[in-house]
């Protein structure tokens, strides 16, 4: 399997920082090629939601380093070790920001979803509301929420509809560095050639369709990267265009077969 990938954060058109941060990383294994995608949201005063973000971007860069080789060590990708370690990581980096924010009187923190490609296998770790989408013959949602909207949704006392216009429709149940306990929701399945990932954050989808989303990243469409980052631009700009007040990122991973 070989990739295309394409990324774009931009701050929109309120906020000063850009909370968003993203990661994209590639190593040629005795699995043959793996890609680690990671987008987070951070939350929080000025610099504090950016701190948050980038603190918890850089433990994946190193985890990436210092420890996927141990894991592609084995002949089968060991899944449950992976979940051991990612949520170790999330809960250091839980404790790490909840300590710093309280020593200067603040809260902070940050929303993860992580994306991991090994052996025709996808592996993602969510925590809050960024989300992973995957596109092939259509699109479909790969990650939930953690969301109160979300959850009221599961219980049946919200519609889809009521959810869309609910006043507390961004109020996350979970977060990185905000939250007493951490508890990952993990989702796994087939990374077939000619696919398309896509990671955001929530600023990315509030006010465009998902079908708006699928007609820009069809597989048979993203000849090339150059193709790929301009069709993200593009609807980051839509965003901006019907007035989006966030912070708008996006990561698109294209599976190719190699040869």
Request: hydrophobic residues 40%.
């Amino acid at each position: 399997m070989i990739y295309k990938i394409a990324a774009h954060s931009d701050v929109g058109i309120v906020k000063k920082t850009n909370q968003d941060s993203v990661l994209v990383k590639i190593a040629q294994t005795n699995h043959g090629k793996v890609c680690l995608c990671v987008v987070c949201d951070g939350m929080g005063g000025l610099a504090d939601g950016e701190l948050a973000s980038a603190t918890v971007i850089r433990e994946f860069d190193q985890w990436f380093i210092n420890k996927l080789p141990g894991l592609l060590e084995t002949p089968e990708f060991p899944m449950d070790e992976l979940r051991v370690q990612w949520d170790d990581l999330v809960m250091r980096q839980n404790k790490k920001l909840a300590k710093y924010a309280s020593g200067i009187g603040t809260r902070m923190g940050t929303t993860v979803v992580a994306f991991l490609v090994v052996d025709d296998k996808y592996y993602i770790m969510n925590i809050g509301d960024s989300r992973a989408y995957m596109v092939s013959d259509a699109i479909y949602q790969l990650t939930k929420d953690q969301t109160y909207v979300q959850y009221e949704m599961d219980l049946g006392h919200l519609t889809w509809e009521q959810a869309q216009t609910h006043p507390q429709r961004n109020v996350l149940l979970q977060c990185v560095g905000a939250s007493d306990e951490i508890h990952p929701d993990y989702f796994v399945g087939d990374a077939n050639p000619d696919t398309t990932f896509i990671l955001c954050s929530d600023g990315f989808r509030h006010v465009i369709s998902p079908d708006e989303i699928y007609e820009k990243f069809r597989p048979e469409l993203l000849e090339n990267e150059d193709i790929m980052l301009q069709n993200i631009v593009s609807l980051v700009e839509l965003n901006k265009s019907r007035k989006e007040v966030d912070n708008i990122s996006a990561a698109v991973i294209r599976t190719c077969r190699e040869g």
